[in-house]
T-cell receptor, first 112, second 115 residues
Framework: DADVTQTPRNRITKTGKRIMLECSQT?????MYWYRQDPGLGLRLIYY???????NKGEISDGYSVSRQAQAKFSLSLESAIPNQTALYFC???????????FGPGTRLTVL | GENVEQHPSTLSVQEGDSAVIKCTYS??????FPWYKQELGKRPQLIID?????GEKKDQRIAVTLNKTAKHFSLHITETQPEDSAVYFC??????????????FGKGTKLSVKP
């Protein structure tokens, strides 16, 4: 089945380290998103990309960067991780002409 | 920009009872309103959605209603079952032409269904 995958699924790192979270999809969707989930705060959009040459900031992009390496791959980087970036991170995809977003399984990141 | 508020943040019901979760939105141009369910340790998944040209939509035990004048929409779950226990998120976005805008999510409602 076509799916959205994320690596790693869990990561513990230290303050100041650079870390990359990766997202791949086999759904053939054009659009990809990175969200952050914190308890009681819902899902907040970090970055989104409508195609390989299109990158846009979301609601909470400070401290993050992204790369769209191919239609199927969208990576999120934390250049210098800090403890308040500890959260559950979700990648999502959607088709250009449709509304439903499909989420990956999530990456639980802990910054010590 | 759009702001979506969701209430209540937690909801506990007895199995078989109904559950209602309400959301309000701020941007009158929003025209698409999905609901996502996230079971413990799982990814969010779409369970039902409604567009602004429709006032109500049903799918078995779940239904969504939309009041455009008041800018609020609600999720109704009837005959609740323990497997309905999850966090539910509402969202809103604007569809322009053939393209869907970004989703703005509410903060979620944790529903617990007691057997």
């Amino acid at each position: 089945d076509a799916d959205v995958t994320q690596t790693p699924r869990n990561r513990i790192t230290k303050t100041g380290k650079r870390i990359m979270l990766e997202c791949s999809q086999t759904k053939g969707h054009d659009r990809m998103y990175w969200y952050r989930q914190d308890p009681g705060l819902g899902l907040r959009l970090i970055y989104y990309s409508f195609d390989v040459k299109d990158i846009n900031k979301g609601e909470i992009s400070d401290g993050y960067s992204v790369s769209r390496q191919a239609q199927a791959k969208f990576s999120l980087s934390l250049e210098s991780a800090i403890p308040n970036q500890t959260a559950l991170y979700f990648c999502a995809t959607s088709d250009l002409s449709k509304s439903e977003q499909f989420f990956g399984p999530g990456t639980r990141l802990t910054v010590l | 920009g759009e702001n979506v508020e969701q209430h209540p943040s937690t909801l506990s019901v007895q199995e078989g009872d109904s559950a209602v979760i309400k959301c309000t939105y701020s941007d009158s141009a929003s025209n698409y309103f999905p609901w996502y369910k996230q079971e413990l340790g799982k990814r969010p998944q779409l369970i039902i959605d409604i567009r602004s040209n429709v006032g109500e939509k049903k799918d078995q035990r779940i239904a969504v209603t939309l009041n455009k004048t008041a800018k609020h929409f609600s999720l109704h779950i009837t005959e609740t079952q323990p497997e309905d226990s999850a966090v539910y998120f509402c969202a809103a976005s604007i569809r322009l032409g053939g393209s869907q805008g970004n989703l703005i999510f509410g903060k979620g409602t944790k529903l617990s269904v007691k057997p």
